[in-house]
């Protein structure tokens, strides 16, 4: 009851801004800033027609795949690499180098050598590995000496350690990774959709932009919030139950998932 008071409430701020939204826009009738209705009465005409086929959903499975990618690529060199002292001496400074360079600045390059139809996907990857790459080092890195001693004791593999042991104590830095990686694949999914591409919510923006249809480049806008938060609300719900067993960061995770 307490948890359902508590979303209801933070959900009532968002009513309550909606609401000053749509007044503010109506007494200023400035055709940059359409108000709510309006932007709700052009995304109906948008979401729910072919163009959801079309654009969303190719743009979404990329944005998806990316992420996937970024994610299995980033647990399993942070995995390896955050239990080698050796091998991060070596590569901490070129990988601080690549992660210190925007994203976006790179659409130019994967543009140029893989194609402007086709290097949405690799600009995708290559921006949201680093968080989960990262953040999984620095989980990796942190198990408990209890655990060392006891693995060594009970003399497990390899594998074994890996993944029965360094894994599930570094999950709570991998799911961080995991969250923050998830906006950055979709802030990249649209810029990459900005440029050259044939479709998606990016080449949609543009377009509208393009003919002045300004409610309708409101609601791809508007359409991107959305998104956002049902992925990150998703992310959160099976973050929530991966890491039932930790009690302090079950609860942490439930108050994010409900907005809190």
């Not at 004791?153 to 594998?159: D, T």
Request: glycine share 10%; charged share 10%; aromatic share 10%.
């Amino acid at each position: 009851m307490n948890l359902l008071k508590g979303t209801a409430q933070r959900w009532v701020v968002f009513v309550v801004a909606v609401a000053l939204w749509e007044l503010v826009t109506r007494a200023a009738d400035d055709v940059f800033f359409p108000p709510p209705t309006t932007i709700a009465e052009a995304a109906g005409q948008v979401w729910f027609s072919p163009l959801f086929g079309e654009h969303v959903v190719p743009g979404v499975g990329r944005m998806l795949l990316g992420w996937a990618l970024s994610g299995v690529i980033g647990v399993a060199l942070g995995i390896l690499l955050g239990r080698s002292r050796t091998a991060m001496a070596y590569l901490g400074p070129t990988f601080t180098f690549m992660r210190s360079i925007p994203p976006p600045l790179l659409v130019p390059f994967f543009a140029a050598t893989i194609g402007v139809t086709s290097m949405q996907l690799p600009t995708i990857v290559f921006g949201a590995v680093w968080p989960v790459l990262l953040n999984t080092v620095d989980g990796a890195r942190a198990v408990d000496d209890t655990k060392v001693d006891t693995a060594r004791a009970f003399r497990l593999s390899g594998p074994q350690w890996l993944l029965g042991v360094v894994l599930p104590s570094a999950l709570p830095k991998v799911f961080a990774g995991l969250r923050l990686s998830l906006s950055i694949s979709l802030i990249l999914m649209v810029i990459s959709e900005l440029v050259g591409s044939i479709n998606g919510i990016g080449n949609q923006l543009v377009q509208a932009q393009r003919d002045y249809d300004l409610p309708t480049m409101w609601a791809w806008i508007v359409l991107l919030g959305v998104l956002g938060y049902l992925f990150n609300t998703l992310l959160l719900l099976a973050e929530l139950r991966a890491l039932a067993w930790q009690p302090r960061h079950s609860l942490e995770a439930q108050s994010l998932a409900t907005g809190g």
